[in-house]
T-cell receptor, first 115, second 118 residues
Framework: NAGVTQTPKFRVLKTGQSMTLLCAQD?????MYWYRQDPGMGLRLIHYSVGEGTTAKGEVPDGYNVSRLKKQNFLLGLESAAPSQTSVYFCASNHRQASDFQPQHFGDGTRLSIL | AQTVTQSQPEMSVQEAETVTLSCTYDTSESDYYLFWYKQPPSRQMILVIRQEAYKQQNATENRFSVNFQKAAKSFSLKISDSQLGDAAMYFC???????????????FGKGTKLSVIP
């Protein structure tokens, strides 16, 4: 009963390095999201996807890119990491139907530190 | 754009007592959903309770209940008989019910850190 799985759970990067965070869900959800959580800021939406091959910007998209090549996976990339991107990153997913208010299912988060 | 405000950064409650966490929101929509999520030190995001805006009746889940005041745009969470395991960060969140919105992203408040005193 995996749900939403995020890889890796922790990572330390140097400024300017690149990396990709992987989110995988096994619930056949259409919608997937990437949020970042900073102290005193709550969770803010970075990018989201409403289906395979489609992505869109959220509230704080600068410095990130995403891809959804397969329905079950949603990748978040940092091309040139900056200290301001030090954060905890959460992936979430839910079904598309609006008639039932599908709650979002969250992964356990990735703690990313940029030195 | 919708906004969610949690005006209490930190709160504390004595074990077995009752505590209420406040949340207000701003929206021009008439149909939407509201959620409370709990985040313990393990960092997991755990859904506590949810409310549909078009329902008058306040949602309850065991020791957790909400006071939903649509006209005032207020959505407070009441925790009764507080337990040590209730200590966590609590987030209030808003989601549109409009199917043409393009996605069902959540808009979060900044959170309230709840401490439970033995």
């Amino acid at each position: 009963n995996a749900g939403v799985t995020q890889t890796p759970k922790f990572r330390v990067l140097k400024t300017g390095q690149s990396m990709t965070l992987l989110c995988a869900q096994d619930m056949n959800h259409e919608y997937m999201y990437w949020y970042r959580q900073d102290p005193g800021m709550g969770l803010r939406l970075i990018h989201y996807s409403v289906g395979e091959g489609t992505t869109a910007k959220g509230e704080v998209p600068d410095g990130y890119n995403v891809s959804r090549l397969k329905k079950q996976n949603f990748l978040l990339g940092l091309e040139s990491a900056a200290p301001s991107q030090t954060s905890v990153y959460f992936c979430a997913s839910n079904h598309r139907q609006a008639s039932d208010f599908q709650p979002q299912h969250f992964g356990d988060g990735t703690r990313l530190s940029i030195l | 754009a919708q906004t969610v405000t949690q005006s209490q950064p930190e709160m504390s409650v004595q074990e077995a007592e009752t505590v209420t966490l406040s949340c207000t929101y701003d929206t021009s929509e008439s149909d939407y959903y509201l959620f409370w999520y709990k985040q313990p030190p393990s960092r997991q995001m755990i859904l506590v309770i949810r409310q549909e805006a078009y329902k008058q009746q306040n949602a309850t889940e065991n020791r957790f209940s909400v006071n939903f005041q649509k006209a005032a745009k207020s959505f407070s969470l009441k925790i009764s008989d507080s337990q040590l395991g209730d200590a966590a960060m609590y987030f209030c969140a808003y989601r549109t019910a409009y199917s043409g919105a393009g996605s069902y992203q959540l808009t979060f408040g900044k959170g309230t850190k709840l401490s439970v005193i033995p």
